[in-house]
């Protein structure tokens, strides 16, 4: 694992609690989400009265959904709405967009998901490399740890109960809800500190994508970006570590692999 220490200033306390981003961050299983959301969204905005060139709308798309990228599910159909509407046509409801876009994906997905649970595929062959180690250290050590997704809740269950680590997280598994403004991954962060009666220094977050970081950054946690290849497992996704720089991240990983340092940086007594 290479560490890329990104402030300096960091400041790291008395660790207790852990959050989890979900998909990139530990998981693969849906990996190339992007292919099948950004596609659908396009196809959407071309039956609009008013609409850009099929290249000029991907290139749009993939923009506002990589803005978006760790937040709900369910604010990038509001995002389709809203550009449907800006087109002159009639938009669906969002949460009718989103259960298109999970039928869709599901269609890419299953066989991976079957044959987790089937015994077919080894789990660590859909996390990022070290993944599945490194959570057991920690648990080891008796950190908390919490699990937050824009996934849909059903479904990071699911997948996190199919690749084994749903042990390491317990009830503290939180996935995104229809009743989206009821849940997020700021909320979640302010239930752990809440719950434990502890101060946002005994928080490390671990995340590939802008929200997570940011909330953790808010609250004066440590922010972890894992700027992970979803595709090879391991090694530096470039795009991904300018973003997680961006959102504030102290510490830039591309996986788990060789954990030793970050372990000595984290738990340093």
């Given at each position: 694992?290479?560490?890329?220490?990104?402030?300096?200033?960091?400041?790291?306390?008395?660790?207790?609690?852990?959050?989890?981003?979900?998909?990139?961050?530990?998981?693969?299983?849906?990996?190339?989400?992007?292919?099948?959301?950004?596609?659908?969204?396009v196809e959407e905005l071309?039956?609009?009265?008013?609409?850009?060139?099929?290249?000029?709308?991907?290139?749009?798309?993939?923009?506002?959904?990589?803005?978006?990228?760790?937040?709900?599910?369910?604010?990038?159909?509001?995002?389709?709405?809203?550009?449907?509407?800006?087109?002159?046509?009639?938009?669906?409801?969002?949460?009718?967009?989103?259960?298109?876009?999970?039928?869709?994906?599901?269609?890419?997905?299953?066989?991976?998901?079957?044959?987790?649970?089937?015994?077919?595929?080894?789990?660590?062959?859909?996390?990022?490399?070290?993944?599945?180690?490194?959570?057991?250290?920690?648990?080891?050590?008796?950190?908390?740890?919490?699990?937050?997704?824009?996934?849909?809740?059903?479904?990071?269950?699911?997948?996190?109960?199919?690749?084994?680590?749903?042990?390491?997280?317990?009830?503290?598994?939180?996935?995104?809800?229809?009743?989206?403004?009821?849940?997020?991954?700021?909320?979640?962060?302010?239930h752990i500190l809440r719950?434990?009666?502890?101060?946002?220094?005994?928080?490390?977050?671990?995340?590939?994508?802008?929200?997570?970081?940011?909330?953790?950054?808010?609250?004066?946690?440590?922010?972890?970006?894992?700027?992970s290849d979803e595709v090879?497992?391991?090694?530096?996704?470039?795009?991904?570590?300018?973003?997680?720089?961006?959102?504030?991240?102290?510490?830039?990983?591309?996986?788990?692999?060789?954990?030793?340092?970050?372990?000595?940086?984290?738990?340093?007594?």
């Open positions: 694992m290479q560490i890329e220490i990104v402030n300096p200033g960091f400041h790291i306390g008395n660790i207790h609690s852990a959050l989890f981003d979900f998909d990139g961050t530990i998981s693969v299983i849906r990996q190339g989400w992007q292919d099948v959301m950004v596609p659908m969204m071309l039956r609009t009265p008013n609409h850009e060139s099929e290249e000029e709308l991907r290139s749009y798309v993939r923009e506002y959904v990589d803005l978006l990228t760790g937040k709900d599910t369910i604010y990038q159909m509001i995002r389709l709405a809203e550009e449907v509407r800006a087109r002159g046509g009639e938009p669906s409801n969002p949460l009718d967009y989103k259960r298109e876009y999970h039928a869709r994906l599901w269609k890419r997905i299953e066989s991976r998901v079957m044959g987790l649970k089937s015994g077919k595929i080894n789990p660590r062959d859909m996390v990022i490399e070290g993944a599945i180690d490194f959570l057991a250290e920690l648990h080891r050590r008796g950190v908390v740890m919490y699990l937050a997704s824009g996934t849909d809740h059903d479904y990071v269950v699911d997948e996190a109960r199919a690749l084994g680590i749903d042990v390491f997280f317990g009830d503290r598994i939180f996935g995104a809800l229809d009743n989206y403004w009821e849940r997020s991954k700021a909320t979640v962060i302010k719950s434990r009666n502890l101060g946002g220094e005994s928080l490390v977050t671990f995340g590939d994508g802008f929200v997570e970081i940011e909330n953790c950054k808010q609250v004066g946690g440590l922010a972890v970006g894992v700027a090879k497992r391991c090694g530096i996704n470039a795009w991904k570590r300018e973003r997680l720089i961006r959102a504030g991240a102290d510490l830039i990983i591309p996986d788990y692999t060789d954990p030793e340092p970050l372990l000595e940086m984290l738990f340093p007594n």
